[in-house]
DNA sequence: AACAGAACCAACCGCTCGCAT
DNA sequence: AATGCGAGCGGTTGGTTCTGT
């Protein structure tokens, strides 16, 4: 009579158990991270990877920091978020012990009314989003940004006219490639000429946030600081 | 004390990417 | 080259707590 659906086991959702807690604490302990698809298997967890995933790496991590974000903490997401827009992972990145979701709640919660950066503050998006009839680029992550900007100057054969053409959503990936340097050994300013960078709304030296300044200079090489001062007005 | 609205935050969802096959 | 899968990211939702009346 009724229609019963074949009973298919739907994970669990909801608020996390200091039960179901403890059992993906010790599955990672036991297996590592990763494979998340399988921990419900092993574990016995009625729950999603994704739930699972998120709960290990938002709560359950090691050198998780918890509770209100200190002066310091709050002054650096700002600045952050002003070079780099709602990229919240590279900006908890910076934090030690913060996530992503807690950096974009903070920033959701505390920051964006006190600042109203939302409004009135451009991102690194919305700048490339000045020309509606431009394709979905906006939309695009750095990665694919910088993947499209590679493609355009294979195309031109002249590292220059790639890099005239970048946006500025672009050029902040690769500053931030750039203050990556320690970790990924490549020195990306040293293999362009950025003479030509070309903004078409906001002066290029809104960018020049003295925390860039500061990052970049004190977190890269010499040679790679000296092509970034090269933009200075 | 009771209620409503605001604020907060954990978790979910949809999408994209990178990698293996 | 195409496909599938695991993982990561940012936006959004919804439950809980706080605050004002």
Not at 93 to 100: A, F, I, M, V
Not at 114 to 127: A, C, H, P
Request: glycine letters at 8%.
């Amino acid at each position: 009579m009724e229609n019963r659906k074949e009973k298919k086991a739907h994970p669990k959702r909801g608020l996390w158990k200091p039960e179901e807690d403890m059992i993906l604490k010790n599955y990672v302990e036991t297996y590592g991270e990763g494979n998340w698809a399988t921990v419900s298997k092993r574990s016995g967890l009625m729950r999603g990877g994704k739930s699972c995933r998120l709960r290990w790496k938002n709560y359950l991590r090691p050198n998780i920091k918890r509770g209100g974000m200190s002066k310091e903490e709050e002054d650096l997401i700002i600045r952050m978020h002003k070079l780099l827009g709602n990229r919240w992972s590279l900006i908890a990145g910076r934090l030690p012990g913060r996530t992503d979701n807690e950096v974009k709640n903070y920033w959701n919660t505390h920051l964006n009314k006190k600042t109203l950066l939302g409004e009135k503050r451009k991102t690194i998006d919305s700048i490339t989003r000045h020309d509606d009839n431009i394709e979905d680029h906006d939309s695009k992550k750095p990665r694919q940004i910088s993947h499209d900007l590679d493609e355009n100057k294979e195309a031109n054969g002249d590292d220059n006219v790639g890099v005239r053409d970048v946006t500025a959503g672009a050029w902040m990936e690769r500053v931030v490639r750039c203050l990556d340097y320690e970790t990924t050994g490549t020195p990306l300013m040293m293999h362009h000429n950025y003479s030509n960078l070309v903004f078409d709304e906001e002066p290029f030296a809104s960018y020049m946030d003295p925390f860039v300044l500061f990052e970049a200079f004190g977190a890269i090489d010499s040679d790679v600081g000296l092509g970034i001062k090269s933009f200075l007005p």
